[in-house]
């Protein structure tokens, strides 16, 4: 029985005003939005959700159970350690897991930058540099990489190299690498003006990693040269800044659709390069993740006007062959 003054669970108390009311009230204007973007992903819907650095099969099954006991759809994960630091039957059990969900598994290609011979990355203005390929000898085994996971069936690649990009896309283009394959550019090459959202394209980035700081303003201006999926940390690691955006994020798909809502974590350890001695870290992490997604698509569900996201299978999704 509640006690004298509560309401029944089932008789919860909703406020009537929404918060713009109550602030407009006050004689305050919120800052005026942007226009809505009228661009949709292939199958018609507004955002999709993703799960970064979920570092191998055991995380991958982690997401699977934790998203299937929150009901959250989860459309794509990625991860950060590289395509080269997994076994051929580790990328075959992702490929299956991921085939059988209907979900993007997105792998980073390996080698690069941050763990090669040189120094210069790991300096104190180093960390922009990680992400690219050192020399040519790189660029071979970068390729070999995505040539040995695409064997064992994965069908999406972070690239945070724009000549690695290139060869890759030349490679797919004549049929050296299968035609399905998702290039998605990495948070490492972040463009934050339009013309450079427009160079990836050009280079044939599927989808982009945007920075994480961005205004709606500044989505919309990118939204304003290209339709191409954009790609934005909702909440970020502290090593991306630390942003904790998920009350945002109906404003962020309205604005920025078609929109990938990545779901870092602030407050936690580096992962990469992963392996068994961080196991527990990582999975307690990937499904601190999904927690995170379900909490942003209640506020969205709160907030937002029809707004829509992909199921699971739906067009344009890497999703890999089992």
């Given at each position: ?30 800052e ?11 199958d ?16 991958l ?40 969900q209907?979900?993007e598994?997105s ?7 941050e763990?090669?011979l040189?120094?210069s990355?790991?300096?104190?203005d ?7 390929v050192?020399g040519?000898r ?5 390729f070999e ?9 994965i ?9 690695l990009l ?5 490679a ?12 998605k ?6 463009p934050?003006?339009?013309v ?14 945007v920075?994480?700081?961005m205004?709606?303003?500044q ?6 040269v ?30 920025a ?16 390069p ?7 870290d ?6 601190e ?34």
């Amino acid at each position: 029985m509640p006690m004298p003054g509560q309401q029944p669970e089932d008789q919860a108390w909703k406020a009537s005003p929404t918060g713009a009311e109550v602030v407009r009230a006050l004689g305050v204007e919120a800052e005026a939005l942007p226009p809505p973007s009228p661009h949709r992903f292939p199958d018609g819907a507004h955002f999709r959700t993703e799960i970064p650095s979920v570092e191998g099969p055991e995380a991958l099954a982690a997401v699977v159970e934790e998203a299937g006991r929150r009901q959250v759809v989860v459309n794509r994960v990625s991860q950060g350690s590289g395509a080269m630091l997994l076994s051929r039957a580790e990328l075959r059990e992702m490929a299956r897991i991921g085939a059988d969900q209907g979900m993007e598994v997105s792998l980073f290609v390996g080698p690069r930058e941050e763990w090669d011979l040189g120094a210069s990355s790991r300096g104190p203005d180093g960390p922009a540099l990680a992400g690219l390929v050192r020399g040519a000898r790189q660029l071979r085994y970068a390729f070999e990489d995505v040539a040995r996971a695409a064997e064992q069936g994965i069908r999406s690649f972070l690239v945070a190299d724009p000549g690695l990009l290139e060869t890759l896309v030349g490679a797919q283009r004549r049929g050296e690498l299968p035609a399905e394959i998702v290039w998605k550019a990495s948070v490492y090459m972040a463009p934050a003006n339009p013309v450079s959202f427009a160079q990836l394209q050009r280079l044939g980035a599927s989808t982009v990693n945007v920075p994480s700081d961005m205004t709606l303003g500044q989505l919309s201006e990118l939204r304003s040269v290209s339709d191409l999926p954009i790609d934005l940390y909702v909440e970020s690691p502290d090593s991306l800044g630390g942003l904790v955006r998920g009350h945002e994020l109906a404003d962020l798909v309205s604005v920025a659709a078609p929109l990938y809502a990545k779901f870092g974590l602030r407050n936690a350890r580096g992962l990469y390069p992963s392996g068994g001695h961080l196991r527990n870290d990582v999975i307690a992490m990937a499904r601190e993740r999904v927690r995170r997604a379900g909490i942003a698509l209640e506020w969205l569900a709160r907030l937002s006007d029809g707004l829509t996201q992909s199921a699971p299978g739906a067009k344009g999704l890497g999703i890999p062959l089992a």
